[in-house]
């Protein structure tokens, strides 16, 4: 295909908006930034400084970005609850599609916007930067190529740390705007990275409970069991957890494939108890060690591949379908929770779990919001551990 210019709006101008900015300004051979939008104007104004966005305008909405410039791609760095709605305004209107995670509030709105996909015939990504990662990969690589053999227990750990303070912002803490805690705002990495390696469970079962933010209805800690065919996972969810370690174990029959990456390997002694089997591990670890590493990691990775994808030069890595079966998942935890009882996957589009309004009803209200503010006083973030590493 000839080259072009891709031109991009980044709609939201909060912090994860910079992380995009400055992926973007990586690849000035394919990009460029013309428009940043949000409801604050000098919010937009000032990240267009920030980040030294030359050729780009500031916009109050996304409505007058898409009416003033020619854009081809529209990066969506909204609270979840807006997600939807930007998305479909952006396809109909012709541009290709990046949303932050989570997708969206329900797998109703997930499926208007995989619909209008289709329809508009524009791509549509859902950030994962995670699978954009060496370790994941390798990982992800091996237990594609059945190394070790079949899985038989995988755990878990999505642990963070979040002040109760982190719930004053005006949309968060609350199931209207976010539609789901510690799950849907950050272990849906990891539910992701374990659906892309395993796929979807058969059978969940999930507890969860909101034991240190007294500002938000939602939960801050929960337990998922998932029933897989062959084998049995588990995941944690923390946002109280200080040092927010952070794991991704697979136990396979003959060993251990983790992240952060760590050998292991046994053999039976006669009366059945392990033996440590080196020399699997010392296999496992040339395997590990032969997957090269990617030249690009995280959000720069995937907005790569997809201005490539749109290019019509590489495959979309992460589609809508991606971002829908985590949203799926985690309905179906927070559905076992609710009703305390296992829940079968799929979710159907009669399931209350399926729409948002229907969903929230059926939610427990932990705490009510007593505190809002507009703004924090910084934007600076951090995220998390960088887990491999």
Known sequence: MENFMIYVAIVGAGAIAGIHADAFSMFPDLCQVKAVCDIYPDKA???????????????????????????DLVSICLPPFSHTDAAILAMEAGCHVLVEKPMANSLEEC?????????????????????????????????????GGPVTHAIVNSLWWRGENYYDLWWRGLWEKECGGSFTSHSVHHIDLLLWMLGMPDHVTAVMKNVGHPNSQMEDVGIAILEYPTCFAHICTSIVDH????????????????????TAASLPLPNGFPQEDHE????????????????????????????????????LMADGTDGRNAIELIMAIY???????????????EDPFYRKDTMIEQMPHFFEKTKSIENFTTSEITLGRDVGK
């Not at 104004?45 to 854009?71: C, F, N, W």
């Not at 996909?117 to 995670?130: A, E, F, P, Y």
């Not at 370690?245 to 990456?261: A, C, D, H, N, Y």
């Open 45 to 71: 104004e000032q990240l267009i400084q920030t980040k030294h966005l030359s050729q780009a305008h500031a916009y109050s909405s996304i409505e007058d970005a898409l009416k003033e410039e020619s854009l």
């Open 243 to 262: 040092g927010e370690s952070q794991e991704m174990v697979f136990q396979t029959k003959r060993g251990r494939l983790s992240i952060p990456w760590q």
């Open 111 to 147: 499926d208007r916007m995989i619909e209008t996909s289709k329809r508009t015939g524009r791509l549509l990504s859902v950030v994962c930067q995670n699978r954009f990662k060496t370790p994941m990969k390798r990982v992800y690589q091996m237990l594609k190529d059945g190394i």
């Open 280 to 315: 699997f591990e010392n296999e496992l670890q040339k395997i590990y060690q032969s997957i090269p590493e990617m030249e690009l990691e995280g959000h720069p990775a995937q907005i790569k591949n997809l201005l490539m994808a749109i290019r019509g030069e590489e495959p």
């Open 335 to 349: 559905k076992s929770s609710a009703l305390r009882q296992s829940v079968s996957l799929p979710i159907s589009p």
